[in-house]
């Protein structure tokens, strides 16, 4: 079946250094997608979104890219902080079946 | 405004047993969604509405009911509880459908079946 998926469960990053987070999805009618992030005891929070127009978008701190080509879409956070600690989830939006959401990536931050 | 809120935070809940998850926003939007998380899973739609008085079924619907009646509430009810349901409980809303319109989510509610 089709999924949203994320390559690796857990990312241990050194604070000040940049993260990258992994996602594969295989619906490639899935025209948009968006990444949250959830702290622990807290539900999703939005961070960023992209439609599938478009190669890359930034934020502050954060940049999401797309490759339609292998189905492929990353978060980058730039100079992660203490506060960078949570889970990660990437969705994809196909229409009336609303958001598929991955597993998720847990982003460890080391002192 | 206080955004979405979620009630209870914490349920624990024998076999059989029914009780109903509230979810309230103030933000006047028109859809509202429930989704669980279950251990190491992403969120899995369960139920949604795209208004007052419509709802209809997601991903997971099985063992849970909901009604809107207002625009502000969607709560989720379990008529008889199974261990299966044990699960964390995050209900959603946004001002149009999550292909266009940020969705923001409650606190969650952590219930446990026995």
């Known amino acids: 079946g089709e999924s949203v998926g994320l390559h690796l469960p857990t990312l241990s990053v050194q604070e000040g250094d940049n993260s990258i987070i992994n996602c594969a999805y295989s619906?490639?009618?899935?025209?948009?997608f968006i990444w949250y992030k959830q702290e622990s005891g807290k539900g999703p929070q939005f961070i960023i979104d992209i439609r599938s127009n478009m190669d890359k978008r930034q934020g502050q701190r954060v940049t999401v890219l797309l490759n339609k080509t292998v189905k492929h879409l990353s978060l980058q956070i730039a100079a992660t902080q203490p506060g960078d600690s949570a889970v990660y989830f990437c969705?994809?939006?196909?229409?009336?079946?609303?958001?598929?959401f991955g597993k998720g990536t847990h982003l460890i931050i080391q002192p | 405004n206080a955004g979405v809120t979620q009630t209870p935070k914490f349920q624990v809940l024998k076999t059989g047993q029914s009780m109903t998850l509230q979810c309230a926003q103030d933000?006047?939007?028109?859809?509202m969604s429930w989704y669980r998380q279950d251990p190491g899973m992403g969120l899995r739609l369960i139920h949604y509405s795209v208004g007052a008085g419509i709802t209809d079924q997601g991903e997971v619907p099985n063992g849970y009911n909901v009604s809107r009646s207002t625009t502000e509430d969607f709560p989720l009810r379990l008529l008889s509880a199974a261990p299966s349901q044990t699960s964390v409980y995050f209900c959603a809303s946004s001002a149009g459908d999550a292909g266009h319109y940020e969705q923001f989510f409650g606190p969650g509610t952590r219930l446990t079946v026995l």
């Open positions: 933000m006047n939007h028109e859809y």
């Open positions: 969705a994809e939006f196909r229409g009336a079946d609303g958001l598929t």
């Open positions: 619906n490639s009618a899935s025209d948009y």
